[in-house]
């Protein structure tokens, strides 16, 4: 099957989604298809064989966040010649409602399209506001995906319509496998997310630090993640900062022996997460997991059951409970073994299956998708949404 996916972040900024898509894409090649990925890129941007640049992405913010976003004429007419180029069986758009790559792809293609929805914004005026401008194109769209019941939910209230619910996927067996690195070991909890992002939860965790060393003296942060280091130690005590190790940007192989090393993950996130596919990581190299409870955290933690939830945004709770499972080595196992056995359902070899299944319902009897014959579709829309 020739399939083409559009990736609406920026290739080279580590995010959720540009893993999910780049691991989609591995495991799709494994099996014989041939993929091609749509992404922003900058010039000197190394990338993968199967990637194809479209053009330098821009910062915006979104989401809660800052992504980098690629859209206008030029990258339209990327994306145009993309798709007359690849004669694909069937286009996977993510994100199709960002304002990027995916909503041009759906405005300039017609035929086998299928779309994943990564977001989780309930109260989301601005996807309210956009829906006559998307409307056009997301009508296009033949199969509906959601990475979470939560992203599922956001989707139905603000878009309308309805998606399957698939999860993101991990190579299970690529971070069981990872040695541990010995002066990662002892004592050591773990943190990986962008530093000077406040929704991935590093201030909170850095709140709760205090307390945690004056029952865990001998207890170590590692924190792997680029942003400002010092700023982020800045409210520490300064007898405290030593406690803390960053380790900057980590290769993949070393995020899964980092995983591996860690008495506990934290993932202190405070919103605007749809799935969290670190916990899922962590599970699958051992880590025990402790995480705030957003309702997505919950659902990968099986309420509780795979890994252990704190109120958001307490840094007493989260301190609490670090130091109690820092001393409860017996609770630490049974976390490890639950979150193991968990963690399979996520495996790319069941979430690469149902994504197959869902490209198999639209292509079946179909035609290859190619440009649409009016490719002023956008254009029309907007002009709409003037006139209203």
């Not at 920026?10 to 014989?32: C, E, S």
């Not at 050591?188 to 205090?210: H, N, S, Y």
């Not at 309702?295 to 933690?301: I, K, M, R, S, T």
Request: hydrophobic content about 45%.
């Amino acid at each position: 099957m020739k399939i083409g996916i559009v990736c609406p972040y920026a290739w080279d900024v580590p995010g959720g989604v540009q893993f999910h898509i780049r691991d989609l894409a591995d495991h799709l090649i494994r099996l014989g298809h041939e993929v091609s990925v749509l992404a922003p890129a900058d010039d000197d941007t190394p990338l993968p064989p199967y990637v194809v640049s479209a053009g330098r992405a821009v910062p915006v913010p979104y989401n809660g966040s800052v992504a980098r976003l690629n859209f206008g004429l030029l990258s339209a007419a990327r994306v145009r010649r993309w798709l007359q180029h690849g004669a694909f069986d069937v286009i996977h758009i993510h994100e199709p409602a960002s304002p990027s790559l995916g909503l041009l792809t759906c405005w300039a293609a017609q035929g086998p399209i299928v779309a994943t929805f990564h977001t989780s914004n309930p109260r989301s005026r601005a996807m309210i506001a956009a829906y006559p401008i998307l409307q056009p194109a997301l009508e296009k769209i033949r199969a509906r995906i959601a990475v979470s019941e939560y992203a599922r939910r956001t989707l139905v209230e603000h878009l309308g319509g309805d998606a399957v619910v698939i999860p993101n996927g991990v190579d299970v067996d690529f971070f069981a496998s990872a040695e541990p690195k010995a002066e990662w070991q002892g004592r050591t909890i773990g943190f990986i997310g962008r530093i000077d992002e406040p929704r991935k939860g590093l201030p909170v965790l850095m709140k709760a630090l205090p307390a945690i060393l004056a029952e865990v003296p001998d207890a170590r942060l590692l924190v792997a993640g680029r942003g400002d280091e010092e700023e982020a130690v800045a409210a520490l005590p300064a007898e405290m900062r030593s406690r803390v190790e960053f380790l900057g940007m980590v290769s993949d192989e070393d995020k899964a022996r980092l995983l591996r090393s860690v008495d506990v993950y934290v993932a202190p996130n405070t919103g605007g997460e749809s799935f969290g596919i670190i916990l899922v990581e962590a599970m699958s190299a051992g880590a025990p997991v402790l995480a705030s409870d957003l309702d997505a955290f919950a659902q990968v933690l099986d309420q509780g059951e795979a890994g252990e939830l704190f109120a958001n945004e307490d840094a007493d709770a989260l301190a609490a409970a670090a130091v109690r499972l820092l001393g409860d080595p017996a609770r630490l196992t049974e976390l490890r073994e639950r979150g193991s056995r968990h963690v399979r359902r996520f495996d790319w070899s069941t979430v690469g299956a149902d994504i197959l299944a869902v490209y198999e319902t639209v292509t079946t009897g179909a035609g290859a998708a190619s440009v649409a014959t009016d490719e002023r579709i956008g254009l029309r829309a907007r002009r709409r949404v003037a006139k209203d």
